[in-house]
C-alpha cells in the first residue's frame, strides 16, 4: 500500500506494481496525484523515458506498492 499523503516529488517517476487479482499485476510509474489517488502510467508502447507524455490512470494506493524496474522487458 502506498499512503498518499506520504508521497513527495521525489516520487514522481517511481516505479509501482499494481495488484489486480490474486497473481496478476501491472507495472507503471507515478506521474501525480492528489488528495485521493495516485495517477499512474500503465502503458507508453515502450517509451518508459517519456512516459510523462502519456495518460496515466487514477489508481488508489491500497492497490498499489513501489517496486523496482527489472530490465527493459516492460
Do not use: P
Amino acid at each position: 500500500m502506498i499512503d498518499v499523503f506520504k508521497l513527495t516529488k521525489a516520487d514522481i517517476g517511481r516505479w509501482v506494481k499494481f495488484k489486480c487479482g490474486n497473481f496478476d499485476e501491472q507495472l507503471g510509474r507515478i506521474k501525480s496525484w492528489d488528495g485521493y489517488h495516485i495517477f499512474v502510467v500503465y502503458y507508453c508502447d515502450g517509451d518508459w523515458e517519456n512516459y510523462a507524455n502519456y495518460t496515466a490512470v487514477r489508481t488508489h494506493g491500497s492497490r498499489l506498492e513501489f517496486t523496482e524496474m527489472e530490465g527493459e522487458e516492460i
